[in-house]
């Protein structure tokens, strides 16, 4: 199991980010106001799905892969990211202007055009600072989230109150990747490379590839909610929607980030008999779960005031967005800890087909705009999406015969009762 100050400091980086991430929308919501903010917000979507591409799971398969830490194995990895970066940033400069039509903002295909080149800069991170996690080490880690998004968050404060514009957020981007490209560089201890091993190809392959496809999944099913509502409500309105789902948002984050890095280790077969390792899986489910349901309790209950206070008094009147919001972050939580023990077990190739079933929340999503509905449908499509997600992570899991039963019960029947909930609040 993971010692306490790995547990501090990977929970310090991880809620750092949050924080910066945080900060950046309290800072463009208030300085840009909601209209020019809820423009802002497609960027940022837009960026986070991307950020999926670039990592594709590289830098989980150098911590668990048992020969992660080999030059030719890091020099084949570093590869295949910096490939799919590049394919990734160069398809969105393409398709940045009929992506802007789409969300009814002609005027920002520019600004979403220069996102591919954060991705593709993202693609030349040198990943050997992920070696030391195999020792559950983080400070490397540490240090350079720290730097990066401090600056970043600079950079952006100061371009937003100097402009008063959404290119703040492409500063921020790019200001963020070349300090972790400058960092990730320096004081390495073995050559940097992306030329591949061909005998290794395969290996790095089998882990990555499904998680490329997924990432193509993720960009509907993560960021589908967004996307859905730029295209087919106001940008003052994805504004409201993007403040109340800002401080779960910040919360779940924490909680995958930090469930994904402690966790994956203890979840590899290497880590124990079997026997130990189902101990260890359903006492943390058990844990995960109860965690996730005390989430959305603390969030429907301060989640509004806090709002009104930290945003100011443009956006108040949101308990419902928050409460439809946290639901499908409760839902995350626990998916976290499922994907942790498939990927430590090595099933990445289910990877896809569960994010199928997440992505399905998108036509469902689209739907629902076309009749009409109130804002509310929105969250409540993508809280079904990741309810049948769920529900295909523990069929993944099944075989392993790791998991307790009654974790996926216990789940579902208060994941009923939340979307009953939200049906209603929707219909009167």
């Known amino acids: 199991m993971p ?30 106001g909601a209209d020019q903010f809820g423009l802002a917000v497609i960027l940022i979507s837009i960026l986070a799905a991307l950020d999926m591409f670039a990592d594709a799971g590289i830098d ?32 969105i400069m393409l ?4 992506l802007a039509l789409l969300f009814n903002s002609p005027a920002i295909w520019p600004t979403i055009a220069a996102m591919g080149g954060v991705i593709i800069l993202r693609g ?60 990730s560089h320096s004081g390495k201890t073995m050559r940097y490379s992306f030329l591949p091993r061909r005998r290794v190809i395969k290996l790095v392959a089998r882990f990555s590839t499904p998680i490329y496809i997924n990432a193509t999944l993720l960009l509907a099913a993560v960021q589908g909610d967004r996307l859905v ?28 980030k930090v469930i994904m890095n402690l966790f994956l280790p203890s979840f590899s077969p290497a880590a124990g008999t079997r026997d ?39 956006y108040t009147g949101l308990r419902a967005l928050i409460f439809a919001s946290a639901i499908v972050q409760m839902i995350q939580i626990e998916q976290s800890w499922l994907t942790t023990l498939l990927m430590a077990q090595g099933l990445t190739r289910d990877f896809p087909r569960i994010t199928v079933m997440r992505a399905a929340a998108f036509p469902v999503a689209i739907l629902f705009a076309h009749l009409h509905l109130d804002i509310l449908a929105i969250p409540f499509a993508f809280a079904i999406g990741a309810a049948l997600s769920l529900a295909q992570s523990y069929l993944c899991a099944a075989p392993l015969k790791l998991v307790d039963r009654r974790l996926a019960v216990a789940s579902f029947i208060r994941i009923a009762c939340s979307l009953a909930i939200i049906a209603a609040l929707i219909i009167y």
Not at 240 to 255: H, K
Not at 280 to 302: E, M
């Open 3 to 32: 010692k306490l100050k790995s547990i501090f400091f990977v929970g310090f980086y991880s809620g750092f980010g949050v924080a910066a991430s945080f900060a950046r929308g309290v800072i463009l919501a208030r300085v840009l």
């Open 60 to 91: 989980r398969f150098v911590v668990s892969n048992r020969f992660g830490y080999r030059a030719d194995v890091m020099r084949t990895s570093h590869a295949y990211r910096v490939f799919g970066s590049a394919l990734v940033g160069i398809a």
């Open 95 to 98: 398709i940045a202007y009929p």
């Open 124 to 183: 030349f991170v040198n990943l050997e600072y992920k070696v030391e996690q195999r020792s559950d080490r983080f400070t490397a880690e540490t240090r350079i989230d720290v730097t990066r998004f401090t600056v970043e968050l600079l950079v952006l404060a100061g371009i937003a109150f100097a402009t008063r514009s959404y290119w703040a957020v492409v500063a921020g981007a790019y200001a963020n990747v070349l300090i972790q490209l400058l960092i």
């Open 229 to 256: 509502i730029a295209a087919s409500f106001t940008s003052r309105e994805l504004a409201f929607y993007a403040v109340a789902c800002a401080l779960g948002q910040g919360g779940v984050s924490v909680l995958s």
């Open 276 to 314: 130990i390792l189902a101990r260890r899986v359903n006492r943390i489910g058990w844990l995960v779960i109860a965690l996730a349901v005390l989430f959305v309790a603390v969030l429907t209950l301060a989640g509004p005031r806090l709002v009104t206070f930290i945003y100011g008094p443009e």
